[in-house]
């Protein structure tokens, strides 16, 4: 490591920062300094930026705090740490409260990623964001329902599916939205706001084991795609209405929520399967017959990217199906996954890469341009040398026109 880079760094935000990152890892000053072999004042001072730090010490301490060296060395953009509470209905052990903490620093690190990308390619994500809405004096549902309609017209987005939900809200609003395995799998998703970064939201990317052979599996358990986009939609609700509330929801089922998350389940189910459309499919099927059977219920769950159990609460919230239904087909032990094979209904294609497509290009971008190095490339897409190649060649295949200098209306003509 080059010590002349430590002789012109300033120590104050060095400090900061190092002190963040042993936080982060649950370590005091005490453990800190025995790591380099000093007295716990020096640490202080190290923290403090009253004492110059050694290549040697920081390349040590960067170890112990899991980071690159790089991370510490680099100008990269200021943010306010993460301070992200936890929510819902089910009483959380401390062992989770710790399991979570390993993926909100994540996120932390991938959205700071993100605008010190944009920063190095000049191309700040364009915000698309309507005033928080006011919900206070609101019963939980109608406020839902009402953003919820607000929302879809505002966007442009008529009373359709949304086959391509983390796209419009990653392109047409701004949201930062990356997929992270959170476990315990009660976690379901993580919201954070702050001025700098905008909206940040991880969806839990958990996907389901095979069904084949296996027991039934636990209800709220797993996160199949129907739910992955459940929750972003929940998380997108939580922007709208409770901004600077950043959360992490641990969700299961229905029991009975709180007041905010039954505000989030509302506008959920009317932002993916809006009143009107819904309506209009389901007489579309019961009219013909006189009747709605079970494999209806799939095929309409299908078209809206939903599970069975989303979609029949919805109509039966909606009184075109009596109550009850839900809980009677599950006592039934209606095979939902069978019948959707056999009415050859393939699962929800996923959406769960880790990373944003636009932050993908936004690397490719850069290194194709010289911006950043090929360790830094490989660090940004948090994948190894070989693998960063490889993920270069499959990018620039998609990207051509993207860094083409052609103007596109001559092109065209």
Request: hydrophobic share 40%; glycine share 6%; net charge neutral.
């Amino acid at each position: 490591m080059n010590a002349s880079i430590l002789d012109t760094i300033d120590i104050v935000v060095l400090g900061r920062n190092l002190q963040e990152a042993r936080k982060k890892r649950g370590l005091t000053q005490e453990d800190a300094a025995k790591i380099i072999q000093v007295a716990r004042t020096t640490m202080t001072a190290i923290e403090k930026g009253e004492r110059r730090i050694k290549p040697g010490e920081l390349i040590k301490l960067s170890q112990a705090y899991g980071r690159q060296v790089s991370d510490f060395v680099r100008e990269r953009p200021a943010i306010q740490p993460f301070r992200v509470q936890l929510r819902g209905p089910l009483a959380l052990a401390n062992e989770d409260t710790d399991r979570i903490a390993q993926p909100i620093d994540e996120l932390e690190e991938l959205c700071r990623n993100y605008l010190e990308l944009e920063n190095i390619t000049a191309a700040p994500l364009v915000r698309n964001y309507p005033a928080e809405y006011q919900i206070s004096g609101l019963p939980p549902e109608q406020a839902g329902e009402r953003i919820a309609v607000q929302e879809r017209n505002r966007l442009g987005l008529g009373d359709g599916p949304l086959s391509i939900l983390r796209e419009i809200l990653e392109e047409d609003v701004g949201l930062r939205v990356f997929y992270l395995p959170l476990t315990p799998s009660k976690f379901s998703e993580i919201y954070f706001y702050n001025d700098e970064l905008g909206g940040c939201i991880a969806v839990n990317s958990l996907p389901p084991p095979p069904r084949e052979g296996l027991p039934p599996l636990p209800r709220g358990g797993l996160h199949p795609e129907e739910r992955r986009r459940w929750s972003l939609a929940r998380g997108y609700a939580h922007f709208l209405a409770n901004r600077y509330t950043p959360v992490v929801t641990a969700y299961e089922g229905y029991e009975r929520l709180p007041g905010s998350e039954r505000f989030a389940d509302s506008f959920a189910q009317n932002f993916l399967m809006p009143t009107e459309g819904l309506k209009r499919r389901f007489y579309d099927r019961y009219l013909g017959k006189g009747r709605v059977t079970p494999a209806d219920l799939c095929i309409l769950a299908h078209y809206y990217g939903v599970s069975v159990e989303a979609l029949t609460r919805r109509l039966e919230d909606l009184r075109l199906l009596s109550s009850g239904t839900w809980e009677r087909l599950r006592a039934s032990e209606f095979k939902i996954r069978a019948a959707q094979q056999e009415l050859g209904l393939d699962r929800i294609p996923a959406q769960a890469d880790k990373l944003p497509q636009r932050y993908q290009h936004l690397a490719f971008r850069a290194f194709h341009q010289g911006l950043i190095s090929e360790g830094q490339f490989a660090r940004f897409l948090s994948l190894s040398r070989m693998q960063s190649r490889r993920a270069a060649e499959l990018l620039s295949q998609n990207t051509t026109m993207m860094l083409s200098d052609v103007d596109l209306d001559v092109a065209l003509a």
